[in-house]
């Protein structure tokens, strides 16, 4: 009953939302990322970690998983809704878990 | 700088952590807000992480659940301290009576920047401050700005603004110089040009106006040089803002005599030093020499005053004074000594008077009569004149 041509009404509402040009994070749990060059990068919003070494570093955020691939990764920081981290970034992946899409 | 800052008051402890399911120990830590940071991964079982004191204290539950071991590398911060000295009752009764002299200190004036002196005193400024109450060592809750500010612009009319802002335990003083009536003449308003010397002229020079005078002419101070009122040949007449230089040859006599019966002191090798620190506006006298040891002496004052770095001046200061006995003596005076003496006195004095005079010839006269020595300087000088004046007919 929720959906209506192919979507959901979650996903009515986020496209509603983005309409009116507010940020998605606002309203939903969605993760923000934000590198710094191939530096480092600041999560916001995390739900865990689930994999952790210095080539990759899987975080859980809502609906995804985000995928860190580098040298030399390191966890800077981290607490209930942050994370930082550092080393050298060479591949960003996020992983839809709802739908199982791919998004890179 | 200041997150290290607040990590040290709050003490912080590096762990090493060896835990077979490190991802979910750390979820379990992030979750019940445990901050952690620089993590290093030196094993595949095994990080190093730091994490407050506080957060150490809540690890161990996690720890116990997810069969981690964590092992304190190192300690350090505010905690620590104040843990391994608690028992030292002085340091701690030291620490108190600093904070407290801050605070106490932080309710004083501590210095005083004067600003905007450019032709007045600044020394007679602060001398007057400090009769209005301003003055390092005072309370700054007894300073009030607009009552000074009233009382310094009632006794001096050379002072077109004046201000004081406290900052802190300084107080800063702007003041701005009151113009010359004379330059405050606008440029489009008619005025005349007037000698302000006496002289014969050597050069006039009118821009604008009615010349009313010509070279080789005598002139004193006040005569018009050139008139501000022009009449046309038709019997119009107009005023207009007249402007013109003029330069006279200008003559002075200066006279001086001095004693020839000198008396010098001499120093005897006898001699008192005394100190006394000065804090605020009180002395404390450290000595117990008399006020005036010796009949004849010379009096050296040293002042050492205390200084932060970046020349912020504390308002204690060392005074260290140096009473050495002296024995007036006659002193015989050699004429040529005596000659050139005098004539630079009356040099630099005349330079004082007039320093914008061109000298451009001197004759200097020395007598030596009745035990006095008379000097007489005559100089022939050319300078410029001509000031603007308020329109008279």
Redesign the interface.
């Given at each position: 009953m929720n959906q209506t041509d192919g979507k959901s009404l979650k996903e009515r509402l986020r496209e509603a939302v983005g309409e009116l040009d507010v940020p998605l994070s606002a309203f939903f749990d969605l993760p923000r990322i934000e590198l710094s060059g191939d530096a480092g990068v600041l999560i916001e919003c995390h739900q865990g970690i689930i994999e952790y070494s210095d080539t990759v570093i899987q975080v859980a955020a809502k609906d995804m998983i985000l995928s860190f691939t580098g040298k030399n990764l390191e966890l800077r920081a981290m607490n209930k809704n942050e994370m930082s981290i550092k080393g050298i970034i060479q591949k960003v992946e996020l992983k839809r878990t709802g739908a199982g899409e791919k998004r890179s | 700088m200041i997150l290290g800052m607040i990590h040290f008051v709050r003490g912080w402890v590096r762990l090493k952590i060896t835990s077979p399911g490190?991802?979910r120990f750390?979820?379990l830590?992030?979750?019940?807000?445990?901050?952690?940071?620089?993590?290093?991964?030196v094993s595949?079982d095994t990080i190093l992480a730091t994490v407050s004191v506080r957060g150490f204290f809540e690890l161990h539950p996690f720890a116990r659940r997810t069969m981690s071991r964590i092992r304190v590398i190192r300690k350090r911060g505010a905690p620590f301290l104040v843990r391994r000295y608690r028992r030292r009752w002085g340091l701690w009764a030291g620490a108190l009576l600093c904070a407290a002299a801050i605070w106490a200190a932080t309710g004083f004036v501590w210095t005083i920047d004067v600003t905007g002196c450019e032709t007045i005193s600044e020394a007679e400024l602060r001398v007057q401050l400090a009769e209005c109450g301003l003055e390092p060592g005072v309370a700054l809750k007894s300073i009030r700005p607009d009552r000074i500010k009233n009382e310094i612009m009632s006794v001096r009319d050379d002072l077109s603004f004046f201000a004081v802002n406290l900052k802190g335990t300084k107080a800063e003083v702007i003041v701005s110089e009151r113009e010359n009536d004379a330059r405050i003449l606008l440029k489009t308003e008619p005025c005349d040009i007037v000698s302000d010397k006496t002289g014969v002229l050597s050069k006039v020079e009118v821009y604008e106006g009615n010349k009313l005078v010509k070279e080789g002419q005598t002139i004193h101070a006040g005569d018009k040089i050139a008139s501000g009122i022009m009449r046309s040949s038709q019997g119009d007449v107009w005023q207009v803002h007249a402007r013109a230089q003029a330069e006279v040859r200008t003559w002075y006599t200066l006279e001086t005599v001095m004693d020839l019966s000198l008396r010098a002191p001499r120093k005897t090798g006898a001699k008192r030093t005394r100190m006394a620190l000065i804090i605020g506006e009180r002395r404390l006298n450290l000595y117990l020499v008399e006020n005036a040891p010796f009949t004849w002496y010379d009096k050296t004052v040293k002042k050492k005053s205390l200084e932060l770095p970046g020349g912020f001046e504390l308002p204690v200061c060392l005074v260290c004074e140096t009473l050495e006995e002296t024995q007036p003596e006659e002193v015989a005076v050699v004429e040529e000594k005596c000659s050139s003496l005098l004539e630079e006195r009356l040099r630099e004095a005349f330079v004082r008077s007039a320093p914008e005079a061109q000298i451009v010839s001197t004759n200097f006269v020395f007598q030596m009569e009745n035990g006095m020595a008379r000097g007489i300087l005559n100089l022939e000088c050319l300078e410029l004149t001509g000031v603007e004046a308020a329109l008279t007919p």
């Open positions: - | 490190m991802e750390l979820n830590c992030a979750a019940r807000n445990i901050d952690f940071w620089d993590v290093r991964r595949p």
